[in-house]
């Protein structure tokens, strides 16, 4: 009885001390402030790359195109917060087919990542998020650029 009662306790305060550690444990996608969040950076980062001189031309048939550039940015949020952990699910094409034959070089992708990190800090991400995301979307290159 007696020892019963030990091991319950033991499952009990063991149940809460793990769930406690857990719960302090916050994915990238909860840090950054969830879907409502991503999509305010999303929208930023896209204008942003729009009106950047050294990549407009690349985006100005989507920019002029409203249900092509909604259906871009959602491709953007889904892919940002399935990556940050979130509860999305990309279902846009895999980066090697989208940007296929689009000649992208290596300071066009610079450019691109300068775009994301001003939207970021307009939102002031934190440094650490920040870092995470890149660290997340800068392995992406190798099947973006095709100019290195
Ligand atoms: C880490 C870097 C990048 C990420 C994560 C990214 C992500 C994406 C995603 C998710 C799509 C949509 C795919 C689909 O339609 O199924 C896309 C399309 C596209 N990307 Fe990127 N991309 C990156 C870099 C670049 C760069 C450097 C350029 C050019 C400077 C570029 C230009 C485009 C264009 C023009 C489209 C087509 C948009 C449309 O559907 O009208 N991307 N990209």
Not at 18 to 37: D, F, I
Not at 60 to 79: G, I, M, Y
Not at 105 to 119: G, H, I, R, S
Request: aromatic letters at 6%; charged letters at 25%.
């Amino acid at each position: 009885m007696r020892k019963s009662l030990t091991i319950s306790l033991c499952a009990v305060l063991l149940t809460v001390a793990t769930s406690t550690v857990w719960a302090k444990k916050k994915t990238l996608y909860q840090s950054l402030g969830g879907t409502p969040a991503i999509t305010a950076v999303v929208d930023q980062f896209v204008t942003n790359c729009a009106t950047d001189n050294r990549i407009k031309a690349q985006f100005a048939a989507t920019a002029s195109d409203p249900a092509r550039l909604a259906a871009f940015k959602k491709n953007l949020v889904d892919q940002i917060c399935e990556a940050a952990g979130g509860p999305c699910k990309y279902t846009g094409k895999d980066m090697k087919t989208a940007h296929a034959g689009m000649g992208i070089t290596t300071a066009d992708f610079n450019a691109l990542v300068e775009d994301l990190v001003a939207a970021l800090d307009k939102f002031k991400v934190k440094k650490k998020d920040k870092d995470a995301l890149l660290g997340v979307l800068g392995p992406m290159k190798s099947d973006i650029v095709e100019k290195p």
